[in-house]
């Protein structure tokens, strides 16, 4: 019986015994204005996944470990520590020197620390110069479809020419047409040349992949200016994938760093710098291996660090992952 | 009659068979890469002829012995000159300096694939040793640090470079490819937690150092760890010998792939089609093996005719390191020799730009073989 009343219940909605049933709600202007989900934004959302990951962790760990040992270490120093001294030619590790001491008789600990100072700012120079540029002429590269057959063309030449060719004839019109430039400068020239030709490429896929969005066609459909959309549409979706290429393209600075000194285009045997410290160690290996031993595990410290930042870099960075 | 209407349809179903190669896409697009291809090399002979002109003409020869002979008489000093520049393309037999057009055109028609015949011409000073007229097809050049033609130097030096490589491809793929698919079938399990550690700790080893370290571990009796010495040197008669150098490829290489690999078949993994198969029952191993490697396998195999290809421009530091007379070692021998060796550049250069563009474009072709979906398009 009950159910038949509901039946008539539901089939006569305007009902007027119903109405005591129910309270109507206050209407309150700024309660209805308040939006309980927590507003997002990007970055705190990339901060709260990159600080779960354990690669994070254990990446800013060593990066900071990294920081501090070249800001505080060369503070150490003793007096003489990077000039030859004949009487410390080779010496084997000691407790004066815990890591012996290299082919000129310099401290072998506080070079590598000095030098990795040294490295390490050249390579986030030409990383960041690499990465600029790259990415502007990959965003043109892309974003005009003109320009395309050339850039096509320009990268099968230039990645086609052997490197070492290209360097040789840096140091050498380098040397000649300006002989008072520092040796540095000639080196992130040198790192600098072809470096951003891969990252234009790969900023030039990036870019053909989104241009054909709507909100890219609405864009460019409203008019707006080719250099605003490269700016404020393509750039930010590009950027997180850009800044985990720069965290991978520094370590790969370095080695280029360490692989120019070895064909004897990088800087001079006598700076102190990873490269130099490292290829006068490669020279010395056999008989004394700890002149090799120490800079190469400093070495591979930095590419560790900055490897397991980049990886988590990258999963933060994503967007899909933000849940 | 009845003959010749027969030839004559032979002859029209042979038209007919040419017009639709034409007609067909992929031919199409094959001989438009081929000519792009011809193109660009065409451009790069004339890039790096330039570059290599911008190299200083004391370059090409000894300062110190013009000087040397200088000091006796300068007349021959400046013939002797003039002979080292003739040598190395520079000027011509008078002692004329020779425009870069004109070298740069002559290399082009060297390397054009047409029968041709370079006449014979003298390899040094004293014009005593003849080089003989060559006839074939591409004209590379003649290496004079290694005196012998250039096509010779490369394809003596190639076998074993070659032979190191392909062993070092199917071990890389064999021990890579089953540990991107372990560590993918359950990403953030304990395969896949120890393989990360693995790539990570392989990834921060500086190539140059791990070579040296194992040279000394195992070849070098000499060495700094010459107590743990096993003898194995390279030696061309015990192909045992080889296995250290591949070994140490082969450890460097591993995670470069099998890092794609897991990540390929982590993105296949969340598609329709596994989900599908999940929910029809099909066992896990089934669904990794038939259905998401071989969608994941498609982006993999595009590399494979390059790395192949590439097998045949060797790897320095492990020539270097182990001296193994390769291919790898020749492009840094003749840039830094005391003279370089400028035929030898500009063929190693040629042929390696060669080898690039041809595995591309197997590349996409063994792409298609493997991916019905993909089509390519001559436009």
């Known amino acids: ?323 | 009659m009845d003959t010749t209407l027969k030839q004559e349809n032979k002859f029209l179903v042979a038209l007919k068979k040419v017009g639709r190669a034409f007609k067909n896409q992929t031919f199409l697009y094959i001989v438009k890469r081929v000519l792009s291809s011809l193109f660009t090399l065409v451009l790069l002979v004339a890039l790096v002829t330039a570059l290599i002109r911008l190299l200083p003409d004391t370059k090409f020869y000894d300062v110190a012995t013009y000087k040397k002979i200088a000091g006796t008489s300068k007349v021959m000093a400046n013939r002797w000159r003039s002979m080292q520049l003739f040598l190395a393309g520079r000027a011509d037999a008078n002692g004329n300096p020779v425009p870069v057009l004109y070298s740069i055109g002559r290399y082009i028609l060297n390397i054009l694939p047409y029968y041709k015949t370079i006449p014979q011409s003298w390899t040094d000073y004293s014009c005593t040793t003849v080089l003989e007229s060559w006839t074939g097809f591409v004209y590379l050049g003649y290496s004079k640090s290694m005196s012998s033609y250039v096509t010779n130097v490369i394809a003596s030096r190639m076998g074993i470079s070659f032979r190191i490589s392909l062993y070092t491809i199917i071990f890389s793929y064999l021990f890579a490819v089953p540990l991107g698919i372990a560590m993918a079938k359950k990403p953030g399990g304990t395969v896949d937690k120890i393989g990360n550690v693995f790539i990570v700790l392989n990834y921060a080893i500086p190539g140059l150092v791990f070579y040296l370290v194992m040279w000394d571990v195992l070849g070098n009796a000499n060495g700094a760890f010459g107590w743990a010495n096993f003898g194995l040197a390279y030696d061309e008669t015990r192909p045992l010998t080889l296995v250290p150098p591949i070994f140490c490829i082969v450890f460097l290489g591993i995670p470069g792939i099998s890092i794609w690999v897991r990540r390929f078949m982590i993105d296949e993994l969340s598609s329709d089609y596994v989900k599908f198969a999940r929910s029809k029952g099909l066992s896990e191993n089934r669904i990794m093996y038939t259905h998401v490697l071989r969608n994941a396998m498609v982006p993999l195999v595009r590399n494979i005719p390059a790395t192949f290809l590439g097998a045949i421009i060797g790897s320095y530091y492990v020539e270097k390191i182990w001296t193994i007379p390769g291919t790898g070692l020749l492009l840094v021998k003749a840039l830094q020799g005391v003279t370089p060796d400028i035929d030898l550049i500009e063929g190693l250069t040629v042929i390696y730009a060669a080898i690039s563009m041809v595995s591309f474009l197997l590349g996409d072709l063994i792409t298609i073989l493997f991916d019905p979906r993909i089509k390519l398009e001559s436009n």
């Open chain 1, 1 to 323: 019986m009950e159910n038949v009343e509901n039946k008539q219940v539901l089939e006569n909605p305007n009902d007027q015994n119903l109405d005591s049933l129910f309270v109507p709600v206050k209407i309150d202007e700024t309660e209805s204005e308040h939006i309980a989900a927590e507003p997002y934004s990007y970055w705190k959302a990339v901060m709260r996944t990159f600080i779960k990951r354990p690669a994070a962790i254990f990446g800013t760990i060593s990066f900071t470990i990294l920081i501090l040992a070249i800001i505080i270490i060369p503070f150490f120093a003793p007096e003489g520590y990077d000039a030859s001294n004949t009487a410390l030619i080779h010496a084997a590790p000691s407790a004066e020197r815990i890591w012996g001491s290299d082919l000129m008789g310099r401290d072998l600990f506080f070079i590598c620390f000095v030098g990795l100072r040294k490295s390490l700012w050249l390579a986030l120079i030409s990383s960041a110069i690499n990465i600029v540029v790259g990415t502007l002429l990959g965003l043109a590269w892309g974003y005009f479809k003109k320009l395309d057959r050339i850039m096509i063309e320009v990268y099968n030449l230039i990645s086609n020419v052997p490197s070492l060719l290209l360097y040789m004839l840096l140091a050498f019109i380098l040397a000649n047409s300006f002989p008072e430039m520092p040796s540095e400068a000639k080196l992130i020239i040198s790192l600098t040349c072809t470096g951003w030709l891969g990252i234009a490429l790969f900023v030039r896929n990036q870019t053909l992949i989104i241009t054909n969005r709507e909100y890219n066609v609405a864009s460019i459909t409203l008019g707006t200016p080719a250099f605003r959309i490269m700016m404020k549409n393509l750039l930010p979706y590009l950027l997180p994938i850009i800044i985990t290429q720069l965290s991978l393209l520094i370590p790969g600075m370095i080695s280029s760093e360490v692989s120019l000194s070895y064909f004897g285009v990088g800087l001079p045997v006598t700076t102190v710098s990873v490269g130099a410290v490292l290829n006068n160690g490669i020279a010395q290996f056999t008989l004394y291996p700890w002149e090799l031993l120490w800079p190469a595990a400093v070495l591979a410290f930095v590419i560790f660090t900055f490897y397991l930042i980049g990886l988590a870099l990258s999963d933060a960075m994503d967007p899909k992952k933000h849940r």
